[in-house]
């Protein structure tokens, strides 16, 4: 079967990094486009004059007239059973992991629990707008098979692996370097590549692991070279100290991970915040990516990511919640904090920029962008409807707004969740918002 279905609303998607503040190569945008899928792909996408001439005639036609269509948003790192501790108070990330994280993750050895929270969790990302994402379950290998189970059902688009740490942690949280070694290799055949999936082995960060651990982790990486490689760095200032007590024969804390071979193209280092010019250095020599968690850094009081010397510098990033460190799952929040830590180090973000990065940016940053990221003919068909007039405030606005990028700014400072009228996976509808503010606002 071979059914087509088209969508028509105002259409943008990014075909390039923008350069400048207006740069017009990087994206297409028609006012009154359409986007053709069929059997969960992208087939055309265009002008709706030109498309159409080119239709069958017993096309579906689904009408978003006055909304925008965008590719999904893609969140390049996310931990699913940190969902019920979001907003958690008071503390900063050590202690917050030993008084909040750790006692909650331990609960994700039930794997009816997990999928409980794992389905509460990609629901909750579907409703902001989010398709794709870099997962962190817990330490159990049952919460990675919670989590692939739930987005099988919804052929989302997933990357994640089980967490490995077997020190620094509580007892009941700690695998050992076998368990992680056979565990992890189990689970790379039960997952990776298997439906929209990929396998990330996941050390959880360089203090949970003792040096046999991170021996083990290279030992995975070889043996399965097309895997992610997925962990945190240089979030917090005492977190770096730490590591520096715990391995003072390397030369920082990116030299720790780079010693066992872990930095490359598919290796996603979260946070970055408190990194030196070498370890800059090295990461981008290696092409390693790091997530930049604007909400999460400001929320845990780690500070602010370098992104001015990161973009200079060519650094490969992305854009994340980094939930439950951060306190939100929308991805349109993280861009109204990025604007200002970018604000904070003399910089503009040009909406055009956050955007990209939201989508063809992110995923490059997961090396997807074969797949997802835009709507290039054949990738998946993963979509959003966003309504530009999802608050009375946005709507006020809208009325005086003339250009495409004051649209997206206001779009990325004023609105959540809200905005997401529909989103769409494999051309599926998976969420609707039921209640237009924006409608029920004019009416009374
Ligand atoms: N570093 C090690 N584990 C974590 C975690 O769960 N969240 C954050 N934000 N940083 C970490
Ligand atoms: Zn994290």
């Not at 490995?164 to 590549?193: G, Q, V």
């Not at 973009?311 to 991805?331: C, E, H, P, Q």
């Amino acid at each position: 079967m071979n059914t087509q279905t088209a969508f028509r609303a105002s259409i943008l998607h990014f075909t390039d990094m923008p350069k400048s503040r207006s740069d017009t190569t990087s994206y297409q945008y028609w006012k009154d486009g359409l986007l053709v899928v069929a059997d969960g792909k992208v087939v055309a996408v265009g002008d709706t004059a030109e498309i159409k001439k080119t239709l069958p005639e017993n096309t579906q036609i689904i009408d978003y007239s006055g909304y925008l269509i965008m590719p999904g948003f893609i969140d390049t790192h996310i931990h699913y059973p940190q969902t019920e501790i979001i907003a958690s108070y008071g503390e900063q990330l050590l202690e917050w992991l030993n008084n909040y994280v750790f006692p909650t993750e331990r609960k994700f050895a039930d794997k009816d629990y997990a999928k409980e929270v794992a389905n509460f969790f990609l629901i909750e990302l579907l409703r902001n707008g989010t398709t794709t994402a870099l997962v962190l379950p817990s330490v159990h290998s049952v919460s990675v098979d919670a989590l692939f189970e739930s987005a099988r059902r919804l052929q989302m688009c997933m990357i994640s692996g089980k967490i490995l740490m077997d020190r620094n942690a509580p007892e009941y949280l700690r695998d050992t370097p076998e368990l992680a070694y056979t565990e992890s290799t189990k689970l790379i055949k039960k997952w990776h590549k298997k439906s929209r999936f990929y396998y990330a082995i996941t050390p959880r960060f360089a203090i949970t692991s003792t040096e046999a651990q991170l021996e083990v982790t290279k030992t995975l990486l070889k043996e399965n070279p097309d895997v992610y490689l997925h962990t945190h760095l240089a979030e917090n200032i005492k977190e770096v100290e730490f590591v520096r007590e715990l391995f003072p024969q390397y030369k920082d804390y990116t030299d720790v991970y780079d010693h066992y071979n872990l930095l490359g193209k598919r290796s996603i280092f979260a946070h970055g915040v408190h990194i030196s010019d070498r370890e800059f250095q090295r990461l981008i020599e290696t092409e390693s990516v790091v997530p930049w968690c604007p909400t999460s850094n400001f929320f845990l009081g780690s500070g602010l990511f370098d992104v001015n010397k990161a973009v200079k510098l060519n650094l490969r990033i992305g854009l994340a919640t980094d939930v439950g460190g951060g306190s939100t799952f929308s991805m349109l929040r993280v861009l109204n904090e990025a604007y200002k830590v970018a604000a904070l180090q003399g910089v503009a973000l040009s909406p055009l920029k956050s955007f990209y990065y939201l989508t063809l940016g992110n995923a490059k940053a997961l090396s997807l962008e074969n797949q997802i990221g835009n709507f290039a003919q054949g990738k998946f068909a993963d979509f959003l409807v966003i309504d530009l007039k999802s608050t009375p405030l946005l709507a006020f606005k809208a009325e005086h707004t003339k250009s495409l990028e004051d649209a997206l700014f206001d779009l990325s400072i004023l609105a959540s969740d809200r905005a997401i009228k529909a989103t769409y996976v494999c051309g599926e509808l998976l969420h609707r918002r039921e209640f237009d503010t924006t409608s029920f606002v004019h009416s009374n």
